[in-house]
């Protein structure tokens, strides 16, 4: 048919360009190659069993849940709840708009530069300083083994939440005001429109938002990368996640079998998930 | 009969063309600017020597380095030269990426006669040698002297041992009024130089060694006090900390800390950002002194063979001459690889200290650098951070990273 | 406008103004960083001393530097053009046609976006090196040139239109092609736009693939030229700050352009699920 016909090209390349990889990647990780030699061993599942022996595999593994459960309801929320704060303003909202997609638009070796600084102890650290002002206590921030991971999510939040809030504004522009205006009539107040009307109408960008975050909070590495010490997603591996050891593997230590073996878990993970997600949260909408 | 003629000239055209033909390398190296520069010209020269060969001469940026390479091997695509770091050495050639260097050509003699005797055992790997280095780098103690004066102390006396080192440092820290360091005494990064400085230093002055003579043992544990030394710096005199305006070389290029143990390379920026600094050899202990040497060296790769190889050989000979170090020195600000060009400065007040270290410098053997450096950092990390024993990160570290290298001489067959 | 709606007016007005410092205070250091020299840029203050432009001049009259910029803007215009139709044609055959190993198919292309970047270089490489397109234009763009979250954005939107539309268009006679062309895109530009302006930021910020498959300095895009003022032992960060702001710019400029197409496009994204 010809859906057939236009799924061809499309189809073909992604074969060729994700799919023939992918499945190098899965059959590197029953290998112990180790990149630069020609030679590649069989060695079954060894690779699997070692990386979950490590420790620090493991650490990886709960720090990326880590990530995603601090890391996308905050971004969800606080885009939504700028989003309708924004959807109030009428003058300067182009301005706006700009303003909270600079962070997205600005190269992430810049801003995770700008961000170590600004995490600095006193009394260069512009965080703290701002906190003393306020009578807080000076905080350890990315020098921490409990505080590194949640200021990593911080500032990657802070990159996602202009790129989120310009889609649910638009989801939020494209609510019918007849809705709205009919629940007015029927004497609903404000906290009602908001939880009953306009949030569940805007289900659908919701879902979108909620599984495209997940996938990337599952996936972070080049924030971790830029603003760890040398990039070990340290301090003590407490923010290390999953894509960063696969990289350490690989390109580091030269150990690609191990470094495939990862990805595949980190594969399933995702994909789970995500499928999990889609049947959890995707429900029909009644007008 | 004109077309014999023309078929018969033609052939004869491809024959003299294949018989005259230069032959060609191609040498990898990441991008530095002056490196660069100063590889360029020296081609051209090369080339004037023997005009039979013609070098290309490739770079990268260096963060991608390891990827590079990587990306090269299956494909097939690497160069015939390349330029590494000495301690990749090992891997790359039990990857089978590196050929050794033909003993004839480069015997005990000639390794004598031209380098350091630290060079010729950081390239040799299981009784054979693999690359030779244009510069070697080694530490010393920078210190500032504007600060040294604010703090009334003589700009001109750095200190000597480490129990100097520890005095001047308290002097010169200060605090605000909530105790965090204003001022570090002594930059405090075990990321940056710390970890080699703990390793082949500290350990070797508090009356150990870091490993065996065939690397294929861990000792440092044994003297947990070179650890204590470092984290006291940390927790006790409180002179620095780990991460204290981002890392050391920030430390000290901001004129935040006083004092720096970091190495040669550095030197260039610190004259570019116009500080007012000295340099001192390591301080000693227990009339022990010690350094940690490093370089980056040439290799021959293994997919290079015939004319190929011949000229890689003659390519790698040529940049190790004493003429080639000296313009390296002036140009890129490098140390001579070779002693008789490094007496030469020995006087010095910059270059000095780190050539006089380079007497009795050690260049640790690693079979994953990134890897052994993150055991130090992790070990100083829980000593600071979660109050754990210097002895007891010291043994963890030492068993991290015995797994490190007892999975390396495996993957050997030893 | 009844009292509340007033104050909730004003409310939001503060709240997002004392927010755009969070949101831009770092783009403002950055800038300002670039304006510092050498000597400068370790200091923690805000403000530079004694400002320059030296930076700027440095990085654009690097030789290659205008170079570096046109490799960029070819990549991204071709990879977002491609994007554009075949992204949108694979979202519109999934939405509006019915088949066997839809959903599958579907999965398929979404499950690509499950595997990370860095473990898909090496394979990319050697069929790179194998068919010739190392050190070329097309070596750096093919792995861009059709994308998953593409497909899935443009699903979203296609499904929003009226299945009686493209049966009005068949009855007329028009090929399946030309109602994919002549009615139903037509109908999702805005949709158009926000993909395009999304994949071009995407790909011009693009830097560890670019970098693999260039060995020559002419081919690189942008973000790897850039990296070449950083090396083993000495971060150029002034420079690597002006890098930066120059590689922004365009970018601002490009929103700015498609911004209007942006809102009222993504009005409709990811509203039907």
């Known amino acids: ?287 | ?414 | 406008m009844t009292r509340s709606d007033r104050i909730v007016k004003i409310v939001s007005y503060i709240v997002l103004t004392a927010l755009t410092v969070v949101m831009v205070f770092p783009f403002f250091w950055m800038v300002l960083s670039s304006l510092k020299p050498f000597r400068e840029i370790y200091r923690p203050y805000l403000f530079p001393k004694s400002p320059t432009l030296a930076n700027y001049q440095k990085i654009m009259s690097a030789s290659l530097f205008p170079r570096w910029f046109l490799n960029s803007l070819i990549v991204a215009l071709s990879t977002t053009f491609s994007v554009l139709f075949f992204d949108s044609l694979v979202g519109y055959t999934i939405a509006k046609y019915s088949f066997p190993g839809r959903n599958i198919i579907f999965l398929f292309i979404l499950s690509t976006l499950m595997i990370p970047t860095e473990m898909l270089i090496i394979p990319w490489y050697v069929m790179s090196s194998r068919l010739g397109w190392i050190d070329t234009y097309w070596g750096i763009m093919f792995p861009g040139m059709i994308t998953a979250f593409g497909i899935f954005l443009m699903k979203q939107f296609m499904e929003t239109i009226p299945d009686d539309l493209l049966d009005a268009a068949r009855i007329d006679g028009v090929s399946e092609f030309g109602i994919f062309w002549r009615v139903a895109l037509p109908l999702v530009k805005p949709a158009l736009a926000s993909l395009a302006i999304l994949n071009f930021i995407g790909n011009w910020n693009a830097f560890l693939w670019p970098l693999i498959v260039s060995s020559k300095p002419r081919m690189y895009t942008l973000p790897v030229g850039l990296a070449t003022f950083s090396s083993e032992n000495l971060m150029h960060w002034e420079l690597i700050m002006t890098g930066a702001t120059v590689s922004t710019i365009p970018l601002i400029i490009v929103f700015l352009i498609f911004q209007k197409q942006i809102i009222r496009g993504i009005m409709l994204s990811g509203l039907k699920g």
């Open chain 1, 1 to 287: 048919m010809t859906a057939y016909l236009f799924l061809l090209v499309p189809l073909t390349f992604f074969v060729f360009v994700r799919f023939y990889p992918m499945i190098s990647a899965f059959y590197m990780s029953f290998t112990d190659w180790n990149i630069i030699s020609p030679v590649k061993n069989f060695v079954g599942f060894s690779n699997y069993v070692r990386i979950f022996k490590d420790s620090v595999f493991r650490i990886s593994l709960l720090n990326t849940l880590k990530y995603v459960v601090l890391g996308v309801p905050s971004v969800i929320i606080l885009s939504l709840g700028l989003a309708l704060l924004l959807n109030n303003v009428t003058k300067g909202q182009s301005l706006y708009r700009l303003i909270y997609v600079m962070p997205y638009i600005t190269p992430i070796v810049a801003t995770s530069w700008v961000w170590r600084w600004m995490y600095q102890r006193p009394p260069t650290g512009v965080i703290n300083n701002f906190l003393s002002f306020l009578g807080l206590p000076a905080r350890s921030f990315l020098m921490s083994t409990t505080e590194a991971l949640p200021s990593i999510v911080a500032t990657t939040v802070w990159v996602e939440v202009g790129y989120c809030v310009i889609i649910f504004l638009a989801g939020l522009q494209n609510i019918p005001k007849e809705y709205l205006e009919a629940a007015k009539v029927d004497g609903a107040n404000r906290r009602q429109l908001l939880f009953k009307i306009t949030i569940p109408l805007l289900n659908p960008v919701i879902v979108f938002l909620s599984v495209m975050e997940t996938i990337m909070f599952l996936r972070i590495f080049t924030q971790v990368y830029n603003m760890t010490d040398q990039g070990s997603g340290g301090p003590l591996n407490s923010t290390l996640p999953l894509v960063l050891y696969i990289y350490q593997k690989a390109f580091k230590s030269f150990d690609m079998g191990t470094a495939a073996a990862a990805t595949v878990v980190l594969f399933l993970m995702i994909l789970g998930i995500t499928v999990l997600q889609l049947k959890v949260l995707n429900r029909r909408v009644q007008y």
């Open chain 2, 1 to 414: 009969m004109k077309r014999f003629l023309l078929v018969t000239l033609a052939i004869l055209l491809v024959l003299s063309l294949s018989v005259f033909g230069k032959v060609k390398i191609v040498y990898w190296q990441y991008y530095f600017e002056t490196k660069v520069k100063a590889i360029d010209e020296l081609i051209k020269e090369f080339q004037k020597l023997y005009p039979d060969i013609e070098v290309e001469h490739v770079t990268f940026p260096y963060e991608a380095f390891n990827e590079k390479v990587a990306a090269s091997v299956p494909a097939g695509t690497g160069p015939d030269v390349v330029n590494l770091y000495y301690g990749w050495i090992p891997k790359y050639v039990t990857s089978g990426y590196l050929q050794p260097l033909p003993e004839n050509e480069f015997s005990d003699e000639y390794f004598q006669k031209n380098f350091f005797p630290f060079v010729a055992k950081g390239v040799e790997f299981m009784g054979k040698r693999y690359a030779i280095p244009i510069a070697v780098r080694s530490l010393a103690l920078f210190w500032n002297k504007d600060l040294f004066k604010e703090a009334k102390l003589d700009p001109e006396k750095p200190p000597r041992t480490l129990q100097e080192l520890v005095e001047v440092a308290k002097k010169l820290t200060k605090y605000d009024k909530q105790g965090n360091i204003v001022q570090a005494g002594l930059a405090t990064q075990p990321s940056g130089q710390g970890h080699h400085w703990i390793r082949e230093v500290l350990v070797r002055q508090f009356g150990g060694s870091p490993y065996n003579d065939d690397y294929t043992k861990v000792t440092y544990h044994e003297v947990p006090e070179a650890l204590k030394f470092y984290t006291d710096l940390i927790t006790v005199h409180k002179v620095g900390y780990p991460g204290f305006m981002n890392d050391d070389i920030t430390a000290f290029t901001s004129q935040s800390a006083a004092m720096n143990i970091d190495g040669s390379f550095r030197i260039a920026a610190l004259k570019k950002a116009g500080i007012n600094f000295g340099v001192a050899e390591l301080p000693e202990h227990n009339g022990i002194k010690s350094n940690f040497a490093s370089f980056w060296a040439n290799g021959i790769t293994s997919t290079c063979t015939g004319e190929k190889l011949d000229a890689a050989i003659k390519f790698v000979k040529f940049l190790a001459s004493e003429m080639v170090m000296e313009m390296w020195l002036e140009k890129v600000g490098e140390l001579p690889a070779n002693p008789a060009v490094a007496q030469k400065y020995y006087n010095d007040p910059i270059y000095g200290p780190f050539l006089r270290g380079l007497e009795y410098a050690h260049a640790t053997f690693f079979v994953d650098e990134t890897a052994q450096r993150k055991v130090m950092m992790d070990a100083v990390d829980k000593v600071w951070l979660k109050g754990v024993s210097p002895e007891q990160a010291f043994r963890e570290a030492a068993q991290e990273e015995q797994e490190i290298l007892d999975k390396f001489w495996k993957s050997v067959g030893k």
